[in-house]
């Protein structure tokens, strides 16, 4: 089955990471329209100097907004799993697994919790498991723009998406494709620095896949958008 979300009654106080199956990543979805301002403006206070220049970045205002409800939201949840205030979460990187050097999947020091985020215009998610894990959720494209985004599937997916004569179902192929492919790449740790043109995950309405050692499983999202997780569990 499509994994289902725990959709959080409010930013800053979210439910309890607990209220899953053992062995599921619990997965909070949180539409950024459902945040009230004042709600934004008290979570902005616990981002660290990091996460303030990063979110200053984005010039347009719902890519900055989808930000900040992010990590506000991995701050609230990550705090209450661990028993600490959200401003106290610190934030590293585990080592990549290609190189060693410290830019693989982002950890959080000092507590043996394993999390993943994932942000898009309007959607954000936030995933924790007790394995490594990885997120993502995207935004449909539209139609028109889909020849050229096609190409950077698995050879097999592009063809599944080009296979039918329906715009709309070949934009829904293509971003079943890509979120699965992404939250594994995140779950690996190494993110696009691996060619995702290497990774069939497949892009049909089948939810759950296994893939060396990882199970990946599309995550209920509103219409529009599509999103995945990706568990170890080997």
Do not use: N
Request: with cysteine.
């Amino acid at each position: 089955m499509t994994l289902g979300p725990l959709v959080m009654g409010t930013l800053l106080h979210p439910p309890s990471a607990s209220a899953v199956a053992p062995g599921d990543p619990a997965v909070w979805v949180v539409r950024t329209e459902d945040i009230e301002d004042a709600e934004l403006d008290e979570g902005r206070a616990w981002l660290d100097d990091d996460e303030r220049g990063q979110a200053a970045s984005y010039v347009r205002a719902e890519l900055r907004r989808s930000y900040e409800v992010a990590h506000i939201a991995a701050r609230s949840i990550v705090g209450e799993a661990i028993g600490v205030g959200p401003r106290a979460v610190r934030w590293g990187r585990h080592a990549c697994p290609r190189c060693g050097e410290p830019h693989g999947r982002p950890r959080v020091e000092g507590a043996d919790v394993e999390f993943s985020l994932s942000h898009t215009p309007g959607l954000v998610l936030v995933t924790l498991a007790d394995h490594p894990v990885g997120i993502d959720a995207e935004r449909c494209p539209e139609p028109e723009g889909l020849p050229g985004m096609v190409g950077v599937l698995h050879p097999d997916e592009a063809r599944e998406v080009a296979a039918t004569d329906d715009p709309q179902e070949a934009v829904l192929r293509f971003t079943r494709a890509w979120t699965r492919t992404e939250a594994y790449l995140k779950g690996l740790g190494v993110g696009l620095g691996r060619d995702p043109q290497q990774d069939y995950l497949g892009s049909s309405t089948d939810p759950e896949r296994f893939i060396d050692g990882w199970r990946v499983r599309d995550v209920t999202v509103p219409e529009g958008y599509a999103a995945a997780v990706a568990v170890h569990v080997a």
